[in-house]
């Protein structure tokens, strides 16, 4: 267990009411524990500051569409992203996919263009596009993976041709905890002319991203991992990108004037925010981003990748244990053990307190790749500690030992 007394730990469980003492939440990857700010901030929300955002004349409604704006400026500089109005309020990273594919690719591309994706990517980051494709006459082709489980970005180099006009990959990935060169896939995407998007979910909770730096075209994030609320999340693109494409949904709030001779369209981010936000889910992100901005992106990924390490190093002791995913993965482990669904994994690790997420990660293709059903997952955040590691290692001694 050196390697977390040789880093400064964090400890921020205490920040977090809803994590008990002795209760191992290994499960980050899905959703991330709420610290006691960001809960304090949406119930502030609600509570005394409460009045929609854009339209009211008050006083109330002038200062909450105040907060509502300084959040995407906040978005905006936590991203490095050129301007606010370059941050569209989404319900989370799977809608901020299905818009990019909607608006931009279901009207920039045309029958016989290609879209290319890798072997790890989320069902979100799948679906939309074989969506889209399947409309258009577009056809997808699947980066392979390393032998360590990253994406094959020398496969890229060598597969993506002129016909591709948009590629989409995973920043870090959800199960493996592989992360992507990002600016790299980014200039071999731009050498043959498509557009990139990169999908920040796994990202965003456990390292700096900066888009200007990365020179992707769009990028996607959830709310919910980065400690703030379900139901909240954000696609940036490239002004230019956003200036091109149609709205997503009709209705209050997307337009300029509207008559039943014709109605034009608000620019973004508005043209893409129909109808009222979620106001009360914008406040809480900002305040998860003020959380993990003041703790340090930096340090969160060197305690993360400490964590990883020791746990790594300690579960490779078990002789029926396959570990998946390279070494240096942020913040993720996937595991399997021979001759033991994972279910029952994560059950009998339940009962030792130990909460880790098993099945297909919605990841269906990547378990496919791997040659397994599912796999348990281990993903850490800042509440973690050597002590939770040391408790999924007893539960997985405790696994080894009823099934022999
Ligand atoms: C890598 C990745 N992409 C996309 C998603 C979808 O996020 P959401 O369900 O919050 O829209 C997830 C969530 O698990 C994810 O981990």
Known sequence: MSVLT?????????????????????????????????????T???????????????????????????????????????????IVFVRGATEGINLVAHCWAGTQLKAGDRILLSQLEHHSNIVPWQMVAERIGAQIDVLPLTADHRIDLDAMAAMITPQHKLVALGHVSNVLGSVLDGRRAADIAHSVGAKILLDGCQ???????????????????????????????????????????????????????????????????????????????????????????????????????????????????????????????????SFSIAGVHPHDIGTILDEAKVAVRAGHHCAQPLMETLGVDATARASFGVYNSAADVEALVRGIERVTRIFG
């Open 6 to 42: 040789q880093t400064r730990p964090l400890d921020h469980v205490a920040d977090f009411p809803a994590i008990p003492a002795g209760w191992a939440y290994l499960d980050t990857a899905a959703t991330a524990q709420k610290p006691q700010e960001v809960i304090d901030a949406i």
């Open 203 to 333: 990202s965003v909770p456990r390292m700096t991203v900066d888009v200007a730096a990365l020179d992707c075209d769009f990028y996607v994030f959830s709310g919910h991992k980065l400690y703030g609320p379900t139901g909240i999340g954000v696609l940036w693109a490239k002004p230019a990108l956003l200036e091109a494409m149609p709205p997503y949904q009709g209705g209050g709030a997307m337009i300029d004037k509207v008559s039943f001779a014709g109605t034009t369209y608000a620019p973004p981010p508005g043209r893409f925010e129909a109808g009222t936000p979620h106001i009360v889910g914008v406040l809480g992100l900002a305040a998860g981003i003020d959380y993990v901005t003041r703790i340090g992106l930096e340090r969160i990924h060197a305690h993360e990748t400490a964590l990883v390490k020791l746990t790594r190093d300690a579960l490779s002791q078990f002789n029926s244990l396959t570990l998946f995913g390279p070494e240096d993965s942020a913040g993720i482990v």
């Open 44 to 86: 502030r929300a609600y509570d005394t500051d409460y009045a929609t955002v854009h339209r009211g004349v008050y006083q109330r409604s002038a200062d909450m569409t105040l907060a509502y704006e300084a959040a995407r400026r906040k978005v905006a500089k936590f991203l490095n992203a050129g301007s606010e109005n370059e």
